[in-house]
């Protein structure tokens, strides 16, 4: 795998690139980058997770004029979480740029997307439904794109949006580059890249074996809103020497580390926003040993090289299988054994089955520690540590004054106040997190449909009435 900037990438992508935390290239990154910035369209083949919205993004975003506001990029994704994670990603990638890309999706008031496309966005990511609809309405011009993108190819033609995707790419220019990427390669996908794209070239990415050997898997079906309290009490029981606790958002990154700061933990929190400095700061002293706990999210935490990590906390369980295995892979390392607690709410396990058939483990159930078991936990420390210094440290000095003592108190009295002494009390600091919405299972990982076939699961992606428009999307319950 190469360096980032050993790919020849502008001066100010490669600033945001550092401050997101990139060093390292993926291998279809490594591969792709070169050969769309050289103008080819291209084909790739790649498991979600790999990092194809930077694949796609940095050569996309070097194309574009940034004089001219007008959309010159259009990105085309299955999923209204799919749309706004890549233009949340390459916004970031663009922040010094001066280039902007705005998420359209269905469900969303069409009049509030109008409004926005009008403040000249350069790229745009959108669902094919609702885009058909703009390009239509003639909201959405397409005759200035320059970079057009397929990214899941293989789940938009298992939801039935084969047919859209055609007439998308016929109403774009064809002078147009033309990148599609997708996990697998079906009839109806090669078609599209046969008749649609200019002598495409192939990047095809192997799978990686996903094991995890010398770490232990557990899981704790918890509600979301007893997450919290659940990792307090297994850190006050297990008291890792150092822990990364995963989040899915910087906003939660932020909440759980003030949150455990006020309880009394030495935590630290990195994510995307942060400087170089203050990540090189955080991590320095969680190195150092002086913070136990650093939360983080994926983002922030790739590439991270931190030995003597003892247990890793999925705080909320990651979106695909490959992430898991990055975020697990930060302890079990060396040889050493390394424990990590994944918190899945119960409208989660299925997306955890995915996982553990993914990466061909099992998960051990854990009850959830209770607040009685954490200061059990932390007793059993203190002892732990009385009889350490029992056995190695000569006492003579402390024995007249223990004497006196036990004058005046029975033993069990006076064992009893130094274990209360030297027990670290959990300050009771009341504490909220912001809840996120549960992960879904993501069909395109394990979904045998054939061309045409509607997505079933209609509550996570939305689904088109016969007249092609988006019905309402139904409420999560």
Avoid at 251 to 262: F, M, P, S, W
Avoid at 327 to 344: D, M
Avoid at 463 to 474: A, D, E, L, T, V
């Amino acid at each position: 795998m190469a360096k980032f900037n050993e790919l020849n990438i502008a001066a100010p992508i490669m600033k945001a690139l550092e401050r997101m935390g990139f060093e390292e290239a993926t291998p279809i990154q490594t591969e792709t980058i070169p050969l769309a910035k050289a103008g080819n369209d291209v084909i790739g083949q790649a498991q979600t997770g790999t990092g194809k919205t930077a694949a796609f993004g940095i050569p996309m975003i070097e194309r574009i004029d940034t004089k001219l506001r007008k959309v010159q990029g259009l990105v085309v994704a299955p999923t209204r979480e799919l749309a706004i994670q890549v233009a949340e990603e390459i916004n970031r990638i663009a922040r010094f740029v001066g280039i902007r890309a705005l998420a359209i999706y269905g469900g969303q008031h069409m009049d509030r997307q109008i409004r926005a496309l009008k403040d000249g966005p350069q790229i745009v990511v959108a669902t094919p439904g609702r885009l058909l609809d703009h390009m239509r309405r003639r909201t959405i011009r397409t005759d200035q794109v320059r970079v057009a993108v397929l990214d899941e190819a293989d789940e938009m033609l298992n939801m039935g949006f084969i047919d859209d995707i055609r007439d998308i790419l016929k109403g774009i220019p064809e002078e147009r580059q033309t990148l599609l990427f997708s996990a697998t390669m079906p009839k109806e996908i090669r078609d599209i890249a046969t008749t649609l794209m200019k002598q495409p070239k192939e990047v095809k990415i192997k799978a990686k074996e996903m094991t995890v050997e010398n770490i232990d898997q557990y899981f704790i079906e918890i509600p979301e809103k007893f997450k919290f309290d659940t990792l307090n009490n297994h850190v006050d029981i297990h008291s890792p020497e150092l822990a990364i606790v995963f989040a899915r958002t910087k906003k939660r990154v932020d909440e759980i580390t003030e949150g455990l700061q006020a309880r009394g933990y030495r935590a630290e929190g990195i994510h995307g926003d942060l400087t170089q400095g203050k990540r090189m700061s955080v991590l320095n002293k969680f190195k150092n040993g002086r913070v136990d706990v650093l939360v983080a999210t994926d983002v922030a935490a790739r590439g991270l090289d931190i030995s003597g990590v003892t247990h890793v906390y999925n705080f909320d369980i990651p979106q695909d299988p490959e992430s898991y295995v990055h975020r697990i892979g930060r302890t079990g390392r060396a040889g050493k054994t390394g424990e990590a607690i994944s918190f899945v709410t119960p409208r989660e396990m299925a997306h955890l089955h995915l996982i553990e058939k993914t990466t061909k483990s099992k998960m051990k159930r854990l009850a959830p520690p209770t607040i009685q078991d954490a200061r059990r936990g932390q007793q059993q420390l203190t002892i732990e540590r009385i009889q350490k210094t029992i056995d190695k440290r000569d006492l003579t000095t402390y024995q007249e004054a223990a004497k006196d003592l036990l004058e005046d108190h029975d033993s069990v009295t006076v064992i009893a106040a130094a274990i209360s002494l030297l027990t670290k009390e959990r300050r009771d600091t009341p504490v909220r997190i912001s809840s996120v919405a549960p992960v879904s299972v993501k069909k395109a990982l394990h979904s045998k449909g054939k061309g045409g076939h509607r997505s079933k699961n209609k509550r996570f992606y939305g689904g088109r009435n016969r007249k092609g428009n988006f019905q309402k999307r139904r409420k999560r319950d």
